[in-house]
């Protein structure tokens, strides 16, 4: 399937992994109960600015502030669209 988003500048459009349903000893989470993910994959990446470089690229498995990014769904697929700043780490 291809993406008809390209980022501008230094932002980054990242596909959240799915959060959890049970947790390591077989407990179901309730929905009300799981934890934003943190951690997801690059899907497209800007050009970033004429001082920065993109350090991430398509592919990458990036964590991420909790309360980074704007939440966008096309397709039917969650993504979301954020700063390069905004990344963590790459794993």
């Not at 959240?16 to 407990?27: H, M, N, Q, R």
């Not at 934890?35 to 498995?61: F, I, L, N, R, W």
């Amino acid at each position: 399937m291809s993406l008809n988003i390209k980022p501008l500048a230094d932002r980054v459009l990242i596909e959240p992994v799915k959060a959890e349903t049970k947790t390591a000893s077989g407990i179901i989470i309730p929905d009300n109960a799981k934890e934003k993910p943190q951690k997801g994959k690059v899907v497209a990446v800007g050009k970033g600015t004429k001082d920065e470089p993109m350090t991430v690229k398509s592919g990458d498995t990036v964590l991420y502030g909790k309360y980074a990014g704007t939440e966008l769904k096309l397709e039917g697929t969650d993504y979301l669209i954020m700063r390069e700043s905004d990344i963590l780490a790459i794993v």
